[in-house]
T-cell receptor, first 111, second 116 residues
Framework: LAKTTQPISMDSYEGQEVNITCSHN???????ITWYQQFPSQGPRFIIQ???TKVTNEVASLFIPADRKSSTLSLPRVSLSDTAVYYC????????????FGKGTRLSVIA | EAGVAQSPRYKIIEKRQSVAFWCNPI?????LYWYQQILGQGPKLLIQ????????DSQLPKDRFSAERLKGVDSTLKIQPAKLEDSAVYLC??????????????FGPGTRLTVL
């Protein structure tokens, strides 16, 4: 299973764009890149998933370069409610391959 | 759509006691997972079921932990006897496994276990 490396913590002011980069140098050909968000006392929640290039949904954008050895989660105009831990996961998501969570990035949004 | 349900939400026991957690996945989800999340760390997979069969239990401490998913729906996770280091949040998740599209796991709120 591909290992991921992401910053332990980040701080941001409200209204700013936040970019969290994740390194996954040994990503396999059939691996997807998935980001989850976790608030205190809650289970993780799926944010976005991609395979290559750029993916955008109503919550975030995911940028994946051509070599797929890293990815960047972009949160536009964060608010205090975006304060959470963000996990980058890499793995094959077909069949029975489980997700492997690292320690995540703790994002603190300041007013 | 109802989410993944777990009970109880909180449990406090003394070491060497037994405890059981219950999970009801989203209707129609074939795959069910139990994770252990220790404070400050990411969730760690304990066991994965596909319907009522075990797919992966390589990280389950089988000398004290057991899990079952009878009839391929609800699941229970049991710890007997509990140790201090079992204090953690136990998360249940389920997924559809949509093949090459990529799967999304839906998590329940978790059960916070404190072992004294």
């Amino acid at each position: 299973l591909a290992k991921t490396t992401q910053p332990i913590s980040m701080d941001s002011y409200e209204g700013q764009e936040v970019n969290i980069t994740c390194s996954h140098n040994n990503i396999a050909t059939n691996d997807y890149i998935t980001w989850y968000q976790q608030f205190p006392s809650q289970g993780p929640r799926f944010i976005i998933q991609g395979y290559k290039t750029k993916v955008t949904n109503e919550v975030a954008s995911l940028f994946i370069p051509a070599d797929r050895k890293s990815s960047t989660l972009s949160l536009p105009r964060v608010s205090l409610s975006d304060t959470a831990v963000y996990y980058c996961l890499v793995g094959g998501h077909s069949g029975n391959t489980p997700l492997v969570f690292g320690k995540g990035t703790r994002l603190s949004v300041i007013a | 759509e109802a989410g993944v349900a777990q009970s109880p939400r909180y449990k406090i026991i003394e070491k060497r006691q037994s405890v059981a957690f219950w999970c009801n996945p989203i209707s129609g989800h074939a795959t069910l997972y139990w994770y252990q999340q220790i404070l400050g760390q990411g969730p760690k997979l304990l066991i994965q079921f596909q319907n009522n069969g075990v797919v992966d239990d390589s990280q389950l401490p089988k000398d004290r932990f057991s899990a079952e998913r009878l009839k391929g729906v609800d699941s229970t996770l049991k710890i007997q006897p509990a140790k201090l280091e079992d204090s953690a949040v136990y998360l249940c998740a389920s997924s559809l496994d949509s093949g090459s599209i990529g799967k999304e796991e839906f998590f329940g709120p978790g059960t916070r276990l404190t072992v004294l």
